[in-house]
C-alpha cells in the first residue's frame, strides 16, 4: 500500500516534509519519496491535504483495568478482564496509538495475541504485575482483610513482594513470562487503599536487589514515586523511569536529567479522577488523595522540560475513563512547546522502549504505524485532544485501522 501525496511531520527535525509518496510493505515502511503528479492508484490512501504523523506512544497505561476500584477489579474472573481489555486497547488504537506500555496488569499473553492479530489492537509492552511491599501501593487490601490471592492468574496491577531475596525471584520471574520491564512502587499512591501518598516504599537494599536482577535479564526498572524523596532516591538507586512525579521540583528535574532517566507524567487522570472518580468506582479514601497531587503535575512537567529532562507521554487511566486518554496532550500544551509534546508521544516513548528507529518515526525500515491528521500536530498538538475530529485515519501494522 502506498500513501499519496501526504506532508511528513518529522518531530525531531521540527518540520514537515511536503508531498511525500509513502511506502510500506506489510509491516515496514519501505520508502518515503517525494511524489510524482500522478494521481493516486485504487487501493493507495489519498493523503492529500493531510499530514503524516508517527503512531502515538503512550507509555503509562493499564489495559485490564476494567473499573476505578482496583481491589474490585481483582475479584474478576480473568477471562471478563481479557475481554474488557481487549476493548480499552481498541480504544486506544482508534486515537491513535499504535504502541502502549501496560505500567501493571497486562501479560505477554495480551501482548502476544494483538501481534498475532487475534484482536485489533496497539503493539503493546508489558511488565506484567507491578511489585509492591506489604501495605504499599499494590497491596490492594483492605485494612480488616488479612488475605489476598496472590495466584498468578487473578487479575490485578500489582503483587505484594517482601525482602529482596524474594524479589530477585520475582523479578526473575517477570522475566521469564515475558515482561520487557519491571514495575516498582516506590511511594504511595491514589488507588492504594491504607498508605501515604508521601511515604516512601521498599527499602534500598530491596531497590538495588531489583534493579540489578533487572539488568541481568536485559531489563529496566519503571519507578512509580510522587515525592522529590521518593524520585531522588529511586534515580540514585538506578531506576532508568520515573512515573507521576507530580511534586518534584527543579532539583529532581535535574537529577532526572543527569542520569539520563525518562520522566512519564500522567496528568489527565488527576484531572478525570477528580471529576469522574467518585461515579466510576473510586473509592473515598482514594478520592481525597486525588487533590494532594494534582496540582503539581502541570509544574513538575514544566520543570522538567525546563531542565532538558527526557519526557514521555503517559496517562493512566482506569476502567472507564479511558476516552479521555488523548486529553493529555491538551494539558501538556499549557506548559511544553507543541513540538516537545508531539515528541514525548514519538521519538522519545520510542528511545524509552528501546526502539528508536523502529517505532515514533516515518522513515525507510521503520514500522508502519502512521496516523493522518488534518493539522500539523507540531504547531497544533492540541487538537490531538480530540481524535475523531482531528485524526483522519489509522495505520498500524501496515493496515488502516478501521473505525467503530
Ligand atoms: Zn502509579
Ligand atoms: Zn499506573
Given at each position: 500500500m502506498?500513501?499519496?501525496h ?22 515496514r ?11 493516486p ?6 493523503g ?22 482496583e ?8 477471562s ?10 481498541r480504544?486506544m488504537?482508534?486515537?491513535?496509538f ?18 498475532e ?7 503493546l ?19 480488616g482483610r488479612?488475605h489476598?490471592?496472590d495466584?498468578?492468574?487473578?487479575p490485578?496491577i500489582?503483587q ?14 517477570l ?15 491514589i ?45 540514585r ?5 520515573i ?13 532526572l ?14 484531572t478525570?479522577?477528580a471529576?469522574e472518580?467518585p ?11 486525588v ?6 503535575g ?24 479511558h ?33 528508536t528507529?523502529?517505532l ?45
Amino acid at each position: 500500500m502506498h500513501i499519496r501525496h501526504v506532508d511528513v511531520v518529522d518531530p525531531d527535525g521540527e518540520r514537515v516534509l511536503p508531498d511525500r509518496r509513502i511506502v510500506l510493505d506489510g509491516d515496514r515502511i519501505a520508502a518515503v519519496t517525494p511524489d510524482t503528479s500522478e494521481p493516486p492508484a485504487a487501493g493507495d490512501l489519498d493523503g492529500t491535504g493531510l499530514y503524516a504523523v508517527p503512531g502515538l506512544i503512550d507509555c503509562h497505561v493499564h489495559a485490564t483495568s476494567v473499573t476505578a476500584d482496583e481491589w474490585a477489579d481483582t475479584g474478576y474472573p480473568p477471562s471478563y478482564v481479557t475481554a474488557h481489555a481487549l476493548r480499552q486497547l481498541r480504544g486506544m488504537l482508534e486515537r491513535g496509538f499504535t504502541t502502549v506500555r501496560d505500567a501493571g496488569g497486562a501479560d505477554a499473553g495480551l501482548a502476544d495475541a494483538l501481534d498475532e492479530g487475534v484482536a485489533a489492537g496497539p503493539r503493546l509492552y508489558v511488565c506484567g504485575k507491578a511489585l509492591s511491599q506489604t501495605g504499599g501501593h499494590g497491596d490492594l487490601r483492605p485494612r480488616g482483610r488479612r488475605h489476598a490471592d496472590d495466584h498468578p492468574a487473578v487479575p490485578g496491577i500489582g503483587q505484594v513482594v517482601d525482602g529482596a531475596p524474594a524479589l530477585r525471584v520475582a523479578v526473575r520471574e517477570l522475566a521469564r513470562s515475558g515482561a520487557s520491564f519491571v514495575k516498582l512502587m516506590l511511594s504511595g499512591g491514589i488507588s492504594s487503599p491504607t498508605d501515604r501518598i508521601d511515604g516512601t516504599q521498599y527499602s534500598d537494599e530491596e531497590v538495588r536487589a531489583a534493579v540489578e536482577e533487572a539488568q541481568r535479564a536485559g531489563l529496566y526498572c519503571a519507578g512509580h514515586a510522587y515525592t522529590p524523596q521518593a524520585v531522588a532516591r529511586a534515580l540514585r538507586l538506578g531506576v532508568r523511569t520515573i512515573e507521576h512525579g507530580n511534586l518534584i521540583g527543579p532539583e529532581e528535574a535535574a537529577l532526572l536529567a543527569a542520569y539520563g532517566a525518562f520522566y512519564v507524567p500522567t496528568l489527565v487522570t488527576y484531572t478525570v479522577l477528580a471529576e469522574e472518580g467518585p461515579r466510576l468506582g473510586l473509592p473515598p479514601a482514594s478520592v481525597a488523595k486525588v487533590a494532594a497531587v494534582r496540582d503539581g503535575g502541570l509544574a513538575a512537567l514544566a520543570h522538567a522540560h525546563r531542565a532538558g529532562a527526557a519526557v514521555a507521554f503517559g496517562t493512566d487511566l482506569l476502567g472507564g475513563m479511558h476516552h479521555h486518554q488523548s486529553g493529555e496532550f491538551a494539558l501538556r500544551a499549557q506548559v511544553q512547546p507543541d513540538w516537545a509534546v508531539l515528541r514525548s508521544a514519538t521519538t522519545t516513548g520510542a528511545r524509552l522502549l528501546g526502539a528508536t528507529g523502529a517505532l515514533g518515526v516515518i522513515a525507510e525500515g521503520a514500522r508502519a504505524d502512521i496516523l493522518l491528521t488534518r493539522h500539523n500536530p507540531g504547531t497544533h498538538v492540541a487538537l490531538l485532544a480530540d481524535p475523531a475530529a482531528e485524526i483522519a485515519a489509522v495505520v498500524s501494522r501496515g493496515r488502516p485501522v478501521v473505525r467503530g
